[in-house]
């Protein structure tokens, strides 16, 4: 079956997929959605989207990002790349971007935080630059986490300590070396 074509097995299937993972991302049940949208996006039309059987038209996606707070293209799966399971980054698609090795150290790249915004931005961002000013380390490209900042880190992003890296990692937020 054509990959372009409105079926389940097709293209509305991968952009369902994207669009329930970045629904659970934000910790949101259907019935949730539809509840802080006023309405706007029905709980069984957004599982419909999201299971591929219908198809979200190009406005509706524009307010549904809008909704979730993050860009448009975040939602459309890439043609072709294969998907890590990472569900959302406010500034690039991390599909693209290598993965941090498993126990591998926190870094974060605050230019990339500058670039967020909402709450959970604010919060961290208050929080690194507590760091910053502790440690009077103000190179303000990326800063190293270490294992006693790991819980804070964790419970401002509503994870886990096994969850913040990922979460980290789902915001766009860190820094991983390129390999040259």
């Known amino acids: 079956m054509d990959d372009n074509d409105n079926t389940p097995d097709g293209y509305s299937r991968k952009v369902g997929e994207r669009l329930r993972a970045i629904r659970r991302q934000k910790r949101l049940s259907l019935q949730e959605v539809e509840a802080n949208s006023a309405q706007e996006f029905k709980a069984s039309v957004l599982g419909a989207y999201e299971r591929g ?22 939602l459309l799966p890439i043609e072709g ?20 090795a498993a126990g591998a150290a926190i870094t974060i790249d605050l230019t990339k935080l500058e670039k967020l915004s909402g709450p959970e931005a604010d919060m961290l961002s208050r929080y690194l630059t507590m760091i910053q000013v502790q440690r009077q380390d103000f190179n303000g490209r990326v800063l190293t986490i270490r294992r006693d900042d790991l819980q804070a880190l964790a419970a401002i992003l509503g994870t886990g300590i096994d969850g913040a890296a990922p979460r980290l990692d789902a915001l766009g937020l860190s820094f991983v070396p390129q390999k040259l």
């Open 53 to 74: 059987e219908r198809a979200i038209s190009v406005p509706r996606l524009r307010k549904l990002a809008a909704f979730y707070s993050v860009p448009v293209d975040q």
């Open 81 to 100: 790349a294969p998907d890590f399971g990472v569900e959302v980054d406010e500034t690039i698609d991390l599909r693209e971007r290598p993965t941090r």
